[in-house]
């Protein structure tokens, strides 16, 4: 079964505002991952944050780490029509990798 | 420099026969895995390997055998296809548990 779940599992917005996807976890992890997915296409990696850590940047990107909760948020700050894809979070346990569903976000123009 | 390559990238098969998936790395990355990603489900992985030689289980093995004698090459292989086997599969690999995934194109594969 899934590891992570997203919420929401779409989200649409106009350019220039900020999208916030949330995952949920069940189990203990090493590091939790985000990924975006163009379609049709592989997954890109995004950041990885320790389960140690709460909060890692990236350029426009934001991920909070909540160990107690099991949760992670992924900010995507002044979005734009190029950030149009499937965002996945992934949690690392001792040798492999487990994915959510995905959140389906569109930037409109 | 293709950093890890799958081949092909379209596959139509019949019910029951065999066919392999093939996946190539060019980092000598430790790590490698088979991931298939289908509507509602999201990716689950069917197996990994931790290095050359070693192979395990993941979520959903069944109908799925794995080798990795070099550790470039991780080649999946569907003994006996079925149609519930259609999907699209991604390759994976990474230098530890620490690191990003980088992923491979993905094999669209259709059983028919």
């Known amino acids: 079964s899934q590891q992570g779940e997203e919420d929401p599992q779409a989200l649409s917005i106009q350019e220039g505002e900020n999208a916030t996807m949330n995952c949920s976890y069940k189990t203990s992890i090493n590091n939790l991952q985000w990924y975006r997915q163009n379609s049709g296409r592989g997954l890109v990696h995004l950041i990885l944050?320790?389960?140690?850590?709460r909060e890692k940047h990236s350029g426009r990107l934001r991920v909070t780490l909540d160990t107690s909760k099991k949760s992670s948020s992924l900010l995507i700050t002044a979005s734009r029509a190029a950030d149009t894809a499937s965002y996945f979070c992934?949690?690392?346990?001792?040798?492999?990798?487990?994915f959510g569903a995905g959140t389906r976000l569109t930037v409109k123009p | 420099d293709a950093g890890i390559t799958q081949s092909p990238r379209y596959k139509i098969t019949e019910t029951g026969r065999q066919v392999t998936l093939m996946c190539h790395q060019t980092w000598s990355h430790s790590y490698m895995f088979w991931y298939r990603q289908d509507l509602g489900h999201g990716l689950r992985l069917i197996y990994y390997s931790a290095a050359a030689d070693i192979t395990d289980k993941g979520e959903v093995p069944d109908g799925y055998v794995v080798s990795r004698s070099k550790t470039e090459n991780f080649p999946l292989t569907l003994e006996s296809a079925t149609r519930s086997q259609t999907s699209v599969y991604f390759c994976?690999?990474?230098?530890?548990?620490?690191?990003?995934?980088?992923f491979g194109s993905g094999t669209r594969l259709t059983v028919v």
């Open positions: 944050i320790r389960s140690n850590e």
């Open positions: 994976a690999s990474n230098p530890g548990i620490n690191y990003g995934y980088t």
């Open positions: 992934a949690t690392a346990g001792v040798n492999d990798m487990r």
